[in-house]
């Protein structure tokens, strides 16, 4: 559907006016005593805090940019390992019989285990360092990894591969030269959705033992009761997690030049 | 032709050697063979692992887990058996599911069949949607107390967000063809909604259930981790604490099974409710 201009700009309004109403309404419910202060906290406060945590470290022991980069590194960590791992996984396993016969009933008992309830077995196996919170990041982020790389392969089109066994092709070099180009695309977007479920489990992994990053602020601002720290662990949750997608995609985009059609 | 004794022999060697790599690759082409060599093989690892302490004392042995389960199915613990515990994390989520469906689809539906709607909403949701359901924990702790209502506000969050998000695109990405078709066989807007609306975009919103229901399940562990006297969160944190590993291990696989016995049982009711939906992805 073509949307002419004017009334694209219409639409722009509204939706200001939408996210205006949304901070009026809520500064004004706390402002005005609707609800408790001790409830919830207003957005002035919380950029308030915001501006304050940047320089100092108290009350709960540390800049808001070393939680922001503690938490950074565990994600990043606990990222890369799911693709490293999880890509070429779910390629094999989109493939070789072999490889799928082998790895899909592991994968299926794991698969359906949400990340929190991982968080026992991480701290006795690697304890509450930050290996056990990798741990977690990693689990939750393979399995997305792992599916749009097996559907990936499994979309490629018959007739390339039948036409590559005309030629004489080896299965493996079908798999190189045939199904992992064709299958890039759903690779990449699975990039995207192993980002999302990492920053899901971040908050998750630091539920339970740590005294650093951005899900250990949430966690302090509910002990200290004050609710504007945990709305702003939670804001910097999502606004950090919006940044790295967007550089992901912009990864995507320039590795995947010339692949879509 | 005759041919002499030696070379035949050493050709049926060759061949039944032919025959035992045809048997073993017709064996590595058969997945329920492999599914079933897996498995044993994950079990065998498992119970070397256990028996042999490579992850210190943390790791139960399988029929540890089983006969865990076993009295914990017989024997209360903190007053409820293993099913009431089952039954409690189910109650929760389903209650928080129906919540999250009623509001999730009213929202998306509303969202795509009025574009001021969805300029104005858009944005705040898409302000929300990105943060994780474990987040609102806090918050939610906050707000409704450690009881009843704050694990089910988590539950809704959780669910809340597919719901919308499928039901919106389900509506929009109708193709517009269709509307034409019955304008031109002279339908009414009631027609519209009844002949294209609701068909084309069921499968779509009914997909969005699915997410949201198995996503609902997701976090109950979460919002039972924190604080709760029931259900299957309970179990696995208790587990923690009192360092029974076997128990952790059970609660893991419970909640696994129940999340395998969800998806197949909401894929069975899709198709016996829409089964229109494999003749539009086919056509």
């Known amino acids: ?261 | 032709m005759s041919t002499p004794a030696e070379p035949k022999s050493r050709f049926s060697i060759v061949r039944s050697c032919i025959t035992m790599w045809g048997i073993v690759r017709a064996i590595l082409k058969n997945r329920f063979v492999l599914y079933v060599i897996s498995v044993v093989c994950f079990l065998y690892v498992w119970d070397f692992i256990a028996v042999h302490r490579v992850f210190g004392s943390y790791m139960p042995r399988l029929v540890e887990v089983i006969s865990k389960l076993g009295s914990m199915m017989a024997e209360p613990l903190a007053t409820k058996t293993l099913l009431e515990h089952v039954w409690a994390s189910l109650s929760r989520v389903l209650i928080g599911f129906l919540l999250a469906v009623v509001t999730g689809v009213a929202l998306g539906l509303f969202m795509a069949l009025n574009r001021h709607v969805n300029a104005f909403v858009r944005p705040v949701f898409d302000l929300l949607k990105p943060m994780p359901p474990i987040a609102w924990i806090s918050l939610s702790i906050l707000w409704f107390g450690i009881g009843e209502t704050s694990k089910v506000f988590i539950i809704w969050v959780g669910a809340v967000v597919p719901c919308v998000i499928n039901a919106y695109n389900g509506i929009r990405l109708i193709d517009p063809e269709l509307y034409d078709v019955v304008r031109m066989l002279g339908g009414k807007p009631r027609d519209e909604a009844v002949e294209v609306v609701m068909p084309a975009a069921f499968p779509a919103i009914f997909a969005g259930i699915q997410i949201s229901l198995s996503s609902a399940w997701a976090c109950v562990v979460a919002a039972e981790l924190v604080a709760a006297r029931s259900g299957i969160g309970f179990i696995i944190n208790l587990g923690m604490n009192l360092s029974e590993p076997s128990m952790i291990v059970g609660g893991m696989a419970i909640i696994a099974l129940i999340a395998w016995v969800i998806a197949l049982s909401v894929e069975w009711l899709e198709r016996w409710l829409c089964p229109w939906k494999r003749e539009l992805l086919n056509g």
């Open chain 1, 1 to 261: 559907m073509i949307v002419t201009g004017s009334k694209s700009h219409v639409y722009r309004n509204i939706s200001v006016a939408g996210l205006l109403t949304f901070f009026v309404l809520w500064e004004s419910i706390v402002d005005f005593g609707l609800v408790p202060k001790m409830l919830l906290a207003a957005p002035s406060q919380v950029v308030r805090l915001f501006f304050v945590k940047l320089t100092d470290p108290n009350p709960d022991g540390a800049l808001l940019v070393v939680h922001t980069m503690v938490s950074l590194e565990e994600v990043v960590t606990g990222y890369l390992l799911a693709l490293v791992v999880g890509i070429p996984l779910g390629l094999l396993m989109g493939w070789f019989t072999v490889a799928e016969g082998l790895a899909r009933p592991l994968f299926e008992m794991i698969r359906p285990i949400p990340p929190p309830a991982w968080i026992p077995l991480a701290i006795f196996w690697f304890g509450i360092g930050l290996e056990g919170k990798v741990f977690i990041i990693w689990v939750s982020g393979i399995v997305p990894c792992v599916i749009n790389s097996y559907v990936g392969v499994r979309m490629t089109n018959p007739t390339f591969v039948q036409m590559a066994r005309t030629y004489g092709a080896s299965e493996w070099q079908i798999f190189r030269r045939i199904c992992i180009p064709s299958a890039l695309p759903m690779v990449f977007g699975g990039l995207q959705i192993a980002l999302a479920a990492s920053w899901t489990a971040l908050v998750a992994a630091e539920l339970i033992a740590a005294n650093e990053g951005l899900g250990f602020l949430i966690t302090m601002g509910r002990r200290l009761m004050m609710p504007e720290m945990i709305v702003l662990g939670m804001l910097m949750v999502g606004l950090t997690g919006l940044i790295v997608g967007i550089l992901v995609d912009a990864a995507e985009r320039r590795l995947s030049k010339g692949l879509r059609r």
